[in-house]
């Protein structure tokens, strides 16, 4: 996974990512996508307490909820950065949604969508130089402190 840091945040730059929404997407060689969210978020949310996912079959406009979290100073929702199915949720999360603040970008993954226009979803996603680029604007403007990590955090380095 190649990466940059931005503030101490891990931005790769292999995932499409929401920007605005601090949510990332893998495009999977099934034809389906990978979803969560970004290392700015979880350093935003602090240490997660619960994460309870969309079921599988539930259909999901772009920036409506796939997934609530809740921290001890956040409850707020994970939107999706696609419109389409959900196919799988992350059973992981209900067990250990500590998940999302140590392993954001692997073990941490919230659904697995079947998307409705995925080439149109993404055209609307940062990937690369020009994710990192956008993220170094949004924390300079919304002046985001620095990411933070907790013990056992392992996407990085």
Excluded: F
Aim: net charge negative; with cysteine.
């Amino acid at each position: 996974m190649g990466y940059a840091k931005v503030n101490e945040c891990i931005i790769p730059t292999d995932l499409h990512i929401a920007v605005k929404d601090n949510t990332w997407v893998r495009v999977n060689e099934d034809g389906t996508v990978t979803v969560g969210m970004t290392d700015v978020a979880q350093s935003l949310a602090g240490p997660i307490l619960h994460a309870k996912s969309k079921s599988p079959g539930t259909a999901r406009k772009k920036g409506r909820p796939i997934a609530t979290v809740e921290s001890g100073k956040w409850v707020g929702p994970i939107k999706s950065p696609v419109s389409g199915e959900i196919v799988e949720v992350n059973e992981e999360l209900a067990a250990n949604p500590r998940l999302l603040n140590t392993s954001p970008y692997r073990k941490g993954w919230v659904v697995k969508m079947k998307p409705d226009n995925l080439d149109a979803d993404l055209a609307d996603l940062q990937i690369g130089d020009e994710a990192v680029e956008a993220y170094r604007k949004k924390i300079e403007e919304e002046n985001i402190p620095a990411c933070s990590h907790i013990e056992g955090t392992e996407d990085y380095e």
